[in-house]
């Protein structure tokens, strides 16, 4: 079992690899990157917005009531939004890509492969992981970085409504604090963490999209095994890239 794993994970790096050497050979499928690009955004706009409102309001409520208890209320707006921006919003995007367009991916990939239509694209002479999987990653990484901008738009206001509105804050001292708290380089970790995690959700899906077993039945349990495998390495990586920004970038004032 534990030699299966390994290989298993092996196969998936040298799968990453392989699409990172591919995205610059030519030529490139630029209607295949468009069509995806434009199916993953169509599925993903609305959840991602209609998910980062009540996410941004839990955020408020539970930073507005912890900094009530310790007599820092004016700090609950620069709070709130650092824990958007950093946290909340990649990790949505990086749920909704690979729960939505990532279980396309790998049901596409898988029929394809049961079909054995992958089989003949290589006997032609035609790399698959070049026209299929790179097109279908590098969508997934795009609409992850441009969703994260909306996520966290969305969910700053929705942190912004519920406590101006339900907390009784000021809109002079949320702004306030978001401004002393804040900096510039938790925007670029938290788009970094969208492209990383764009990434991570469309090499998994390829994966398991490329390599099903057992027939449509084996589609089906790969594209579960997809979304459970991208949901583990999303949470572990979010760690590791959190605990390494922390360390190199200083905290505002600090």
């Not at 992958?118 to 997934?140: F, H, N, Y």
């Amino acid at each position: 079992m534990i030699l299966g794993a390994l290989r298993q994970t092996g196969r998936l790096f040298a799968l990453a690899a392989e699409v990172g050497r591919a995205i610059f050979r030519r030529p490139f499928q630029f209607r295949e990157f468009i069509e995806q690009f434009w199916f993953i955004a169509s599925v993903t706009i609305l959840p991602a917005a209609l998910v980062s409102i009540p996410f941004g309001a839990v955020i408020a409520l539970q930073v507005g009531s912890l900094t009530q208890q310790l007599g820092a209320q004016s700090f609950t707006g620069g709070a709130s939004v650092l824990a958007v921006v950093q946290q909340a919003s990649p990790l949505i995007v990086a749920l909704l890509i690979s729960g939505a367009g990532g279980s396309a991916i790998c049901a596409d990939l898988g029929s394809r492969a049961i079909r054995e239509e992958l089989d003949a694209m290589r006997v032609m002479g035609v790399s698959p992981v070049q026209r299929l999987v790179v097109p279908r990653v590098l969508a997934a990484m795009g609409v992850a970085v441009l969703l994260n901008g909306l996520v966290s738009v969305v969910g700053i206001l929705g942190g912004y409504f519920f406590n101006v509105f339900l907390q009784d804050g000021t809109p002079g001292a949320y702004l306030s604090s978001f401004s002393a708290l804040a900096q510039l380089p938790d925007l670029y970790i938290s788009e970094l963490k969208a492209l990383v995690f764009g990434f991570i959700a469309g090499i998994v899906a390829a994966y398991r999209g490329l390599n099903p077993r057992g027939g449509p039945k084996g589609v089906g349990d790969a594209v579960n095994q997809s979304v459970v495998i991208t949901f583990l390495l999303l949470f572990f990586v979010n760690m590791v890239m959190t605990g390494v920004y922390l360390q190199l970038v200083p905290p505002k004032g600090g």
